[in-house]
């Protein structure tokens, strides 16, 4: 029996970048927060954001392992699965590929130095501005990487000539139309998540063990970037819906099931469509997406009808877009009213019910990252690149791809599994409190106003 090796091909693609992602986002977003923990724990002499930027190096380095793994099965997987868009574009992406390797050696060497100098230099700003390598060194290699994305979403640098890429421009291909937007979106929602776990993770700590200086300031800090980040995100999304009504209309389209070309066109939220294309059940939000394409609640905004049936990206996108929205409206607006609670007196911030919702947000923000990346990708088919190649043109035609899932699935579990047990290992035998108790003892001088419990 013959197999559908397009779809296996889909589904690898699918797990490798759904399992990456969520590594890649950490690796991302977490440096910066070490480096925001340490420089204020140099400013104001408080050991409790100095041991949150020492914690959590720990455990980032272990994502970092794992992020290796998973970034290398990606790049395994586009010579296997993908040959055909590789012997098409593989010329166009090795520069952004191989610098975005490089961002990472210089990534990693900063991090080694990193970890190993702590406590070895008199002036600690020292030891602070290794972390500037390292958040720069992730953030290159996420900007590297989105800009192949970008590549095949807005190709260009290249001209085409029977059937092949000649004339080869590499850094205008990276510096595509598409790059900006996405630079921006991956940057701001890699940070946002970044501290929505880390206030997911204090949060989830005093629920279980009651309220503690060290995770008392840890929220409110990770808390203060979450609302920044936010911010930042939703002014990207507006960016990003801005650049898909001029560059990619019909995945703007297809998200908000827009089918007719018009003016004044409404902000369509969840629903199911008939077999007439019909939108039932769904809010709708008048003139919203005219505004939101073009800051005009009257503008014209193209429907799918002006596109080819066969070129329509699959209308499921649709959910994985107001979801995707959704939760990252839910971050900020929790973020706003936690620091509500902060400022008001009269409500504890740091109620039951508040730090419940707020270790719910860790999961949440990796979910929309998700979703994201789920609607980047499904929202550009049927192209691979996109108006030169379609995906089945790209799909590998060996029936051994149905191996290669089964072979990276195996391999994730067995990752995932010992990521966590790992990670347990590391912070449940040794939690904050105690070690900042042993702190405390080897530096007896300090200040209990600055060190101490609160």
Known sequence: MAIDTVLWSRLVTGLTLGFHVIFATIGVGIPLMIAIAEFIGIRKKDPHYTLMAKRWSRGFVISVAVGVVTGTAISLQLALVWPNFMKLAGNVIALPLFMEVFAFFFEAIFLGIYLYTWDRFKNPIIHWLLTIPIVAGAGMSAVFITTVNGFMNQPGGFVMEAGQFTAIDPVQAMLNTATFSKVFHVLSSAYLTGAALLAGIAAFAMLRKGVSAYHKKSLNLMMAVVLLFGLLNTLAGDV?????????????????????????????????????HEVLGALHLPKLLSFLAFGNFNAEVTGLEEFPKDEWPPLLVHYLFDLMVGIGFALLGIAVLYFLFVFWKKRNALNKWMLSIIALIAPLAFLAVELGWFYAEVGRQPWIIRGYMRVEEAATSSPNVRIIFFALLLLYIVLGSMCVIVLRRLFNNNPAEVEMEKWMKNHPNQSTEKGGTE
């Open 240 to 276: 990003s819906a801005k650049f898909l009504a001029e560059h990619q209309p019909e995945k703007l389209a297809a998200a908000e099931w827009h089918f007719e070309t018009g003016s004044g066109v409404d902000l369509v939220l969840m629903g199911w469509l008939n077999a007439e």
